[in-house]
């Protein structure tokens, strides 16, 4: 879009009618809408306004920039840091929701994604001679299939019968169950039936999806989504396959790197495409789908005082080459091939070659991969291409294949973590739990001799070299940071069913103080609303104990305490 001198995005205002989220209470209007979506933005590009308005990042990253040339109607996405800090999540399915979905599906509590319709289309009776506009869903979910099949149906209409058209979607939105992990949903928007299944913990990795469920009570047939939040990672790999390996190494170290693509829509499916190659570990580092020079962060972001951030960059203007330079790996893809054989792969260049102008498609980095190309993958894919097999084939033998390269390299992580817990039989009802043994990177190291990715992956390479960097990113902190945080959590679940079954507590109770079974008390209740929390792994029989447990415990104390004790 050329903005021209003088002229700015202009917002129009959230939902009809909606309060803020942050003030919602569980029963109020909209709670159910805001299970999935916090607000539904209307951004014109209005030229009579020029410098009067505010700018807003929200704005500028809802339209495609001057060197996009995008024509007609184009769908792309984003994602913004939320002002002023993280939002307590208030939805009482939030919580719930979010410990039983992959940590890699969880919603963000910092950031939003921004899901863009954009339409630009010849009219006379504008006096820039386009009209220009996009609908933008906002959300806290990474399920950018549900979200893209969700504007693909309300957009064109909204375009053309605007506001009752967007208050009539709002409503339908406000009905929708919570999307609660493992269901099989319906849900009915403008006379279609979307069907979808919610993301579990408890989904084997790469199983197809649940079988349809319900069709035979539901006129029109559902529309139904293979997946919520897969994109066709073929097609978004493919001027790349050749160096698919190189680039999930540098996802898993957190490397920075720029993606610079014709048009938002091919930025932002690179850009979500290559942070989806961890999974199911959590990409832990920041990234932006799109991004422009009008962003909050581009200061932070383009700073020459410090070294790059870790961070992934989708951007679409060549201005960035130059702004850039001093990062070291930059993407570079040409103009999407529309079909016919394997896309000419990008080549790997040495950053100097790296011009300012007319910079020509390639990954511009100094990086040496630790592991071998697996040649047998790509021959797959280019037979599979010759064939004429289905795209959505190609991108689950790719997606397969990165999934068990990502469960090759976690495994030995996980198995030596597991060893730092200790054992069942040291966890006694009215002692402390012992502690987790710290994590000693040499000893994981000569693990790797007996127990390493060998056994699982047929690559060879320098795969101590990728563990001892892997060490110093963001993502082994992610994931030792989560890891440690349930082992935890199950070793107070242990100890807690430890007292739970203990049969003697009124021996236990006889020679203690008062202030020690007070102390006993909180800790059980603590305990017990953190399980019903779901912040713990306990069962519903546990629980029940516990209670009975406490009940007994405050009646042989002075009425007093008992008093103290059970005020609300």
Not at 294 to 318: I, Y
Not at 398 to 418: D, G, K
Not at 468 to 493: I, N, T, V
Not at 506 to 528: C, G, T
Request: with cysteine; charged share 20%; hydrophobic share 40%.
């Amino acid at each position: 879009m050329d903005a021209g001198p003088g002229a700015a995005p202009h917002p129009a205002r959230g939902r009809p009618g909606a309060p803020s989220s942050a003030t919602r209470a569980p029963g109020a209007p909209w709670a159910r809408f805001s299970a999935w979506l916090e607000c539904v933005c209307v951004v014109t590009f209005d030229l009579e306004l020029g410098q009067a308005l505010e700018k807003s990042s929200i704005c500028y990253l809802s339209f495609p920039d001057s060197h996009s040339g995008c024509l007609g109607d184009t769908q792309f996405s984003f994602r913004i840091r939320q002002c002023g800090g993280q939002r307590h999540l208030w939805h009482p399915d939030d919580r719930h929701g979010d410990s039983g979905v992959p940590v890699s599906l969880q919603r963000e509590a910092a950031h939003y994604f921004g899901y863009v319709y954009f339409r630009q289309v010849k009219d006379s009776s504008v006096k820039r001679g386009y009209f220009q506009k996009s609908l933008v869903l906002v959300s806290r979910l990474p399920f950018v299939r549900l979200f893209q099949a969700l504007l693909s149906l309300i957009a064109p209409e909204y375009f053309d019968k605007l506001v009752p058209c967007l208050e009539a979607v709002c409503s339908e939105i406000d009905q929708w169950p919570a999307p609660m992990p493992g269901q099989t949903l319906n849900l009915p928007v403008m006379g279609v039936v979307l069907q979808v299944h919610i993301p579990s913990r408890a989904d084997k990795p790469e199983s197809s999806p649940p079988k349809q469920c319900g069709h035979e009570n539901l006129l029109p047939a559902p529309v139904v989504l293979s997946s919520v939040h897969e994109l066709d990672l073929f097609r978004c790999f493919q001027p790349v396959l050749a160096h698919v390996q190189m680039l999930w190494e540098l996802m898993l170290l957190g490397e920075p790197l720029v993606v610079l693509a014709p048009s938002p829509a091919v930025s932002s499916e690179m850009v979500l495409a290559l942070t989806s190659c961890l999974q199911p570990l959590k990409f832990c580092c920041d990234y932006r789908p799109y991004f422009t020079v009008h962003d909050s962060e581009f200061k932070e972001f383009t700073t020459r005082t410090q070294a790059p951030p870790n961070v992934v960059l989708g951007v679409t203007n060549p201005f960035f080459i130059k702004t850039l330079q001093h990062w070291p790996h930059i993407l570079r893809i040409g103009e999407p091939r529309m079909s016919g054989d394997l896309p000419k792969q990008v080549k790997l260049k040495k950053p100097s070659r790296l011009k300012t102008l007319d910079t020509k498609p390639g990954l511009y980095t100094a990086y040496t991969a630790h592991l071998h190309r697996d040649k047998a993958l790509l021959r797959r894919l280019l037979k599979g291409l010759q064939r004429e097999r289905p795209s959505d084939l190609l991108s689950a033998l790719l997606r397969r294949h990165l999934l068990e390269l990502t469960q090759s390299f976690i495994i030995p992580l996980e198995h030596y973590m597991a060893s730092l817990m200790p054992l069942q039989k040291s966890i006694t009802p009215w002692k402390t739990p012992p502690q987790i043994r710290p994590f000693r990177q040499d000893d994981f190291l000569r693990s790797l001799e007996h127990s390493g990715p060998q056994l699982t992956c047929m690559l060879k390479g320098d795969w101590l070299g990728l563990y001892r960097r892997f060490f110093k990113s963001p993502h082994f902190d992610g994931w030792y940071r989560q890891r440690h945080k349930e082992m935890a959590q199950k070793l107070e679940a242990l100890h807690l069913e430890a007292i739970c079954e203990a049969q003697n507590i009124e021996i236990w109770m006889k020679d203690k103080s008062e202030v020690e079974v007070v102390d006993l008390v909180l800790k059980l209740r603590e305990r017990l609303v953190r399980a019903q929390g779901h912040q713990l792994p306990v069962k519903e029989a546990t629980m029940k104990r516990a209670r009975l447990y406490i009940e007994t415990v405050v009646r042989s104390l002075p009425m007093d305490l008992q008093v103290v004790l059970c005020s609300p």
